[in-house]
């Protein structure tokens, strides 16, 4: 999960929060709860501040685009001295990064994870500061009510990534394969169809499925949404892993992998490798969230007429496409110096260039002067005039192969959009892992077993959550 890919958990006592994105959403945080019992430090105070950066192994190109928007924010906030750091959000050691002190003050978690490092109180309380930028009263509510404590504070703030999660797939391996790559498949059973000919033509895996790091459960979640089947009762707090769905989801892979043999050889991806292995040619179509292409051109240097992104296919009145995204946090051990110049780092890097038409520009040309993307797909933060307004000031300067998109950017706002598991949501992931990974290297892997065993597992977690 990256980026978080992976993904939100949100208050043990609330409904679950609907990520449908409004066309007009303005929640006046002016009038929310009163800001904290400390007043912002003074925003003039010099201060070195430390920010996560790129993932490991980023392009040059990547890094030098950074730098050149480091040395851009330090221009206009000379008292603010930024320091980035390589980072990486995983499931599996986050939790011991964040305890131990060693992430930035300002680091990058997933919806998922916001209200139980609010609860655990391990994320600062922003709300003084959030409340100061111009546009604090435009966010998307359904969006921020995710980062909010039961004090009604916000202490993550949206920041990118707010994705569907898509079908990508390889320009060239259809090709090879006597495949359309301007017509993707819209069903599942043609993705199964057209993975086959993929590796019967190429030799490469036609379809791939992460499978570790909670990823392997966040893409089952996935496949079981598209296929309209839930794996929690509404209110999250009853675990639903047996349900139809999900099983016709992993019969598709055992499918895949055992009848078909269109899989590959790898089946312990998580989001970074299987991201490597679809950038160097070796997978045919994977699912991911719609804006995994920012990475693949920054981290695994992408060609970019390989690619092509589509709608998962969506089967079923209730199906629909998983929706999450990426926060930014500051951490509860913060100054409030430190939080005075994060709000400003999160202002610069993250949010400006959606309400401000220079901002827009000045990062756009910033991007594209290091040949880094500019218009990967992505959801609102704000309203979706906002995000419409947004894409026509950066229009002269996109980049990206959009025109490889369109069977999912024409589509994706008609789509159901349905949150992650609302409580115990990463080990709800985990459980269902260990489902996936037996699945693709067993071939006498019992489903319905494995789902019961799994679901019993995510109960407890729930039950402990609640």
Known sequence: MKRLTARPARSPRSAPIALALPLVGALALGTLAACSSEEPADPNAPVELHVVGLLPGAEPAA????????????????????????????????????????????????????????????????????????????????????????????????????????????????????LDPDDPPTTWDEVREYAKKIADATGMAGFAQMAVDNTGGWQLVVDTYARGGRVTSEDGKTATLTNDATKAALQFLKDLRWVDNSMGANFNYNWVSINQAFAAGQVGMYTSGQDV??????????????????????????????????????????????????????????????????????????????????????????????YEQYQEWIAPYVNVPLDQMTTFTDNVFQAKL???????????????????????????ADIDALLAEANERAQRAIDAAS
């Open 418 to 444: 349905i949150n992650e598991p609302p409580l115990a949501t990463q080990d709800i992931y985990a459980a269902l892992d260990t489902v996936v990974q037996a699945v693709l290297t067993d071939e006498d």
């Open 63 to 178: 890094k030098q685009a950074l730098a050149e928007e480091v040395a851009a924010f330090q221009a206009e906030n000379p008292n603010i001295t930024v320091v980035t750091h390589e980072y990486e959000w995983k499931a599996t050691t986050f939790a011991a990064d964040l305890a131990g002190g060693t992430l930035p003050t300002v680091f990058e978690i997933p919806f998922t994870d916001a209200k139980t490092l609010i609860a655990n109180g391990q994320i600062a309380d922003m709300q003084p500061y959030l409340s100061q930028l111009a546009y604090a009263g435009d966010f998307n509510p359904n969006l921020l009510e995710y980062g909010k404590g039961q004090d009604g504070h916000v202490y993550a703030i949206p920041a990118k990534s707010i994705y569907a999660v898509g079908l990508h797939y390889n320009r060239d391996l259809f090709t090879q394969a006597g």
């Open 293 to 386: 292409y920012t990475s693949l051109v920054q981290a695994n240097n992408i060609d970019p007429d390989t690619y092509g992104l589509t709608m998962i296919p969506l089967e079923g009145p209730n199906a629909g496409l998983l929706g999450g995204g990426t926060m930014a946090a500051v951490s509860a051990r913060a100054t409030e110096a430190e939080k005075a110049a994060a709000i400003k780092w999160i202002d610069y890097h993250y949010l400006r260039k959606y309400t401000n038409k220079e901002a827009a520009e000045a990062n756009a040309k910033i991007q594209v002067a290091s040949d880094q993307p500019v218009g990967t797909p992505e959801l609102p933060i704000f309203s979706q005039q906002q």
